[in-house]
């Protein structure tokens, strides 16, 4: 294969979209968050980068606690919106309905099919623009049709949808390729 | 909505599927990964959880670099195959056509569109079974074939596929939605 170096940029196709919500004075806001991973399985562990001057940032800090909320593509335009204006300036708490969980300050997304309660384990700055927290999921809030026969998410009633990051587009779920840890069980390499 | 609680499950859907690479004392190993996510834009910072008794930690540890492989969909079987056996009882270091880049040490799938080389920045023990590993992306190589016209990875070209966690099924990347930080710009919630 021919490959071409395209220095240190943030390619790890393709990206979740979610939405990060946090109590700032007392007030809910949300914004769009696409980079966030799960960094351990059990208990669930998230670890995100928000930037040091973004107005949610400052909501964690506050709080030690916050929401990650999965949205469905039909979603595509409120969260596309509140990745594009500040909470500094715009009141984002009446765009969805929201509500608490036992954290209490963790305002989630009640529109969205899937809503992860998180307290805050650690936040680093390693000299980036973003303050890297590290939270853990206390509780997740799954809307009852979205589940499988097995009181467990499904992921094409979810419909969560993806960025693609630099080319900034949005694309959706597509279809079913296979089983995990079991389509490969038996593959050999062709040599 | 009507929602039910789930416990502190990994519900972060969906995730990236990747390869993490490694050298184990001095061999190329590789490993599926999927509890990975972007942390800091610029320079690319990825976070990332590795089980400690997985075989590849310790190559981790021992080099303090490793690679983010991003397969295709045509590679689905491979890339489950590695996922399902470790590097202790099995050599994988002859299943994919390897490379090196600047840090020597970082074993890349050039099977793979696209494979980012890292540097260990930090590594975290929350008290979890796996270790919290934190990289810099110090260079990112991508197949020519995969570019867009700006130089730029194209995802419909990369053909990157998803994981849902618990349902344990991959599913491929689906259709255009719409663009990034524009879609929603004139948003305004319904009453």
Known sequence: MSKKSLGNKSCLYPYPVTILGANVNGKANFMTLAFIGIVNANPGMVAFGCNKRHYTNGGIKEN????????????????????????????????????????????????????????????????????????????????????????????????????SMYENRYFSLGEYLGKAWNIGLNYTAEK
Chains 1, 2 share one sequence.
Do not use: H, R, W
């Open 64 to 163: 030690l606690t916050f929401s990650i909320n999965i949205p469905s593509k039909n979603m595509i335009k409120a969260v596309d919106y509140i990745g594009c204006v500040s909470g500094e300036k715009t009141d984002k708490s009446g765009l969805f309905k929201i509500f608490y969980g036992k954290l209490d300050t963790a305002p989630m997304v009640d529109d969205c099919p899937l809503c992860l309660e998180c307290k805050v384990l650690k936040i680093l700055d390693l000299g980036g623009f973003d303050d890297i927290v590290i939270g853990e999921i206390v509780e997740c809030y799954c809307e009852e049709n979205c589940l499988s026969s097995n009181n467990l998410p499904d992921i094409e009633k979810l419909q969560p949808y993806m960025l």
